[in-house]
């Protein structure tokens, strides 16, 4: 289950009526620069030495900046190693889907997947993103 922020400062919410499919998705609208994550986080079981497919659905109005929001995937344990970044698409763009595959390291058993900025660059416009989902390869 997605942990959701209560943080004031993330610019997202669920919403309703606005899905790629089911009843809601998280919507973010960008208006000022944000580094970190937005509010949205998930706790993934893992297994060492595995090869997984991370998808996603996102829907953008007039969103820019120097870097897009991505989805992080990293390890739970130390050293944190980064697993995957997905990042959505620029632009306007009707329901698109983000795929990425990646495969996990001798250690891997539980993942922290975040949805987040990676760099202080001042992202504008909207997004909606819905139907995420890893799955073994």
Partial sequence: DWR???????PGS?????????????????????????????????????????????????????SMPAFVL???YPPHT???????????????LVEKEFRTGPQALLGILTFRTVDAHMVLGTLWIDDVSILPR
């Fill in 4 to 10: 959701i922020s209560g943080d004031k400062e993330a």
């Fill in 82 to 96: 980064i697993y995957m970044v997905a990042p959505v698409p620029a632009g306007t763009r009707d329901w698109t």
């Fill in 14 to 66: 669920l919403v309703e009526g606005e899905s790629h499919s089911g009843a809601r998705s998280a919507k973010f609208w960008f208006e000022r620069e944000i580094v970190g994550e937005l509010g949205l986080r998930q706790y993934i079981s893992l297994r060492p030495n595995s090869t997984y497919v991370f998808q996603a659905y996102a829907r953008t109005e007039n969103l820019r900046g120097a």
């Fill in 74 to 76: 990293v390890d739970a």
